[in-house]
């Protein structure tokens, strides 16, 4: 056993053989040698969301001599120059310090970031991945021929992949659409099987990540989901590993140290251990507008809904994250965010992902309070490689609005509005017409997408003719099944009253085979989009003819 506790999973007063606590099956019990057994909440006989209470009784004085400790612990340290496996150059990661952003924004003190992305999989997720692996292992939870399940946003996806893969077992993700098709990629390419939910779908609705590896659980025999939102070795990694090679790295010289928070693991564990053996250092969390995870409350009020930022945030706070680790937290938004990271690759040759753009921005705001001599650390959590058709785009951020869309070659046509072409009009059917009826409309009337309207007329996405094909043909769907099922919430689009120039008309065409053109109202604190019509690159083409016809150049 090891030699520490954490407050931040379901670990709690003994309760044998599952006795209810409050109504709820308790989730943690021992076996015959007295040793405690975990299992996830999603585990368990009854599905419990996983932001379930904090039960666990940790105090700073838990290692007293004779306690009774339940959790495993890992050293940090690596030793032999030749590593058995992949999985064995996890962790021990390098830090640099940053130049050219401190300098330019007056910084005094020392910045220093942590670069997570050079673990095996290319991120810090790769830490907690093999740390619940083989935590489960070793309680006899995970054994030859199992199944892996794990709800992710991606990144503990890729590092549950590649330790399964490792290992020999099988392995199912499932994640929301919205992650980039890199993360995809990498874990098909790992063997890993890939499961999408909605990205307007609840992450606790049936369609959600949760209920649906909870379904999949169920479904599939010899199954275990690990559950990063409530797996006691998500923390741990970070408090055995991850904090100590930070202190190590400065000296334990850190006076500011700035996370972000997914599930909350590294903010929670590393937050843990400063707090043990530098308990001066500041611990910023970092939060993204439309998540509500920030302390006070009161920072979370926004109309946001919806953020481009992966990794980052949630709509329900996970057991594993203590909120109260932080000693401040920090909101940031996708433009602050996408924009730094931008800046973090070009300028200071650190090639990361989105969330490494939230903290840094948050870094920034810190470091300008310290003075010359101190040391700010920045946790960067991932790499460049998982969004390389995401921010690293022009195309996608100016799509976004997120980067101006310049017209660099004086086209005159290039600000006007795309009201002023005449776009095809945009056919739409119900969420709840079947696939093969949208299907024999679309061949009837030879249309290559329609748009899926809920039943209040506000747009839910697209469905082109090549995707529900390829969704029929590969059995994810069936001619029954609702169209609903087979929509793409993600689609290039453009809002005629705001962002409406053919310019960026344009440079979305260069990457897609259409534009839908939208009008979006405001209806009180949720915004209602009309679907006007579908463009194309003939239309734009044809328009500038006409005008070259009419003597305009």
């Known amino acids: 056993m090891s030699a520490h506790v954490m407050d931040v999973n379901l670990i709690s007063t003994p309760a044998v053989n599952g006795v209810k606590q409050n109504g709820l099956k308790h989730l943690s019990q021992f076996d015959s040698k007295g040793q405690l057994v975990y299992l996830a909440p999603i585990n368990g006989e009854k599905f419990v969301i996983p932001d379930s209470g904090k039960k666990c009784p940790w105090t700073k004085e838990a290692k007293k001599e004779g306690a009774f400790y339940p959790h495993t612990t890992r050293s940090w340290q690596k030793s032999g120059k030749i590593a058995p496996d ?50 489960a292992e070793d309680q006899g939870l995970l054994r030859p021929g199992m199944t892996i399940i794990e709800p992710s946003s991606g990144n503990t996806g890729v590092g549950v992949a590649l330790a399964a893969a490792i290992k020999g077992y099988k392995c199912v993700i499932v994640m929301c659409e919205k992650m980039s098709n890199e993360k995809v990629a990498v874990m098909h390419a790992l063997g890993a099987q890939l499961v999408k939910t909605p990205i307007t779908a609840d992450s606790y609705s049936p369609e959600g990540i949760f209920g649906v590896a909870n379904r999949l659980h169920k479904e599939i025999p010899d199954s275990l989901i690990l559950d990063q939102f409530s797996n006691p070795g998500n923390p741990l990694a970070h408090y055995d590993s991850t ?71 949630y709509d329900f706070v996970p057991t594993s994250l203590d909120q109260k680790a932080a000693d401040l937290w920090i909101k940031s938004n996708d433009q602050e965010s996408l924009t730094m990271a931008r800046r973090l690759i070009r300028e200071e040759g650190i090639l990361c992902g ?43 951020m100016e799509a976004r609005g997120f980067q101006a869309c310049d017209n660099i070659n004086n086209h005159w046509w290039w600000n006007h509005n795309v009201e002023n072409l005449k776009y095809k009009k945009l056919n739409s059917v119900p969420v709840n017409e079947t696939c093969e009826n949208v299907l024999k409309l679309m061949r009837q009337n030879n249309i290559e997408q329609v748009a899926v309207l809920r039943f209040n007329g506000n747009i839910l996405g697209i469905v082109t003719r090549k995707h529900l094909i390829n969704n029929l043909l590969s059995k994810e769907r069936l001619p029954s099944d609702s169209i609903e099922k087979c929509t793409i919430r993600i689609y290039p689009k453009i809002d005629i009253r705001s962002s409406g120039s053919l310019g960026l008309v344009s440079r979305i065409l260069e990457k897609e085979s259409f534009v839908i053109v939208n009008e979006v109202h405001d209806a009180g604190q949720n915004k209602v989009e009309k679907p006007l019509g579908i463009v194309d690159i003939n239309d734009l083409y044809e328009y500038i003819c006409r005008g070259h016809e009419n003597g305009i150049t």
């Not at 250092?281 to 930022?309: M, Q």
């Not at 920034?364 to 101190?374: H, P, R, T, W, Y």
């Open 354 to 396: 989105t969330s490494s753009g939230a903290a840094m921005w948050a870094a920034m705001k810190v470091a300008q309070k310290l003075k010359e001599g101190q040391n700010v650390v920045v946790v960067i959590p991932d790499s460049i490689r998982n969004y390389l058709t995401k921010f690293v785009s022009d195309h996608w």
């Open 243 to 313: 904090a100590e090679e930070i202190l190590h790295q400065c000296d334990h010289q850190v006076d500011a140290l700035v996370l972000g928070a997914g599930t909350g693991g590294t903010l929670t564990g590393i937050s843990r251990k400063f707090k043990e053996v530098s308990p001066t250092t500041l611990i910023v969390g970092v939060d993204p507008e439309g998540s509500v995870f920030a302390l006070p409350h009161i920072l979370n009020k926004t109309d946001v809904t919806f953020f481009e930022v992966e990794g980052l945030g």
């Open 86 to 135: 992949i999985l064995h150059l996890i962790g021990n990661t390098p830090m640099v310090k940053l130049n050219s952003i401190p300098k330019q924004a007056g910084v005094k003190c020392n910045v220093y970031a942590k670069l997570e992305y050079f673990n095996p999989g290319g991120s810090i997720k790769d830490r907690i991945a093999k740390r619940i692996i083989e935590d």
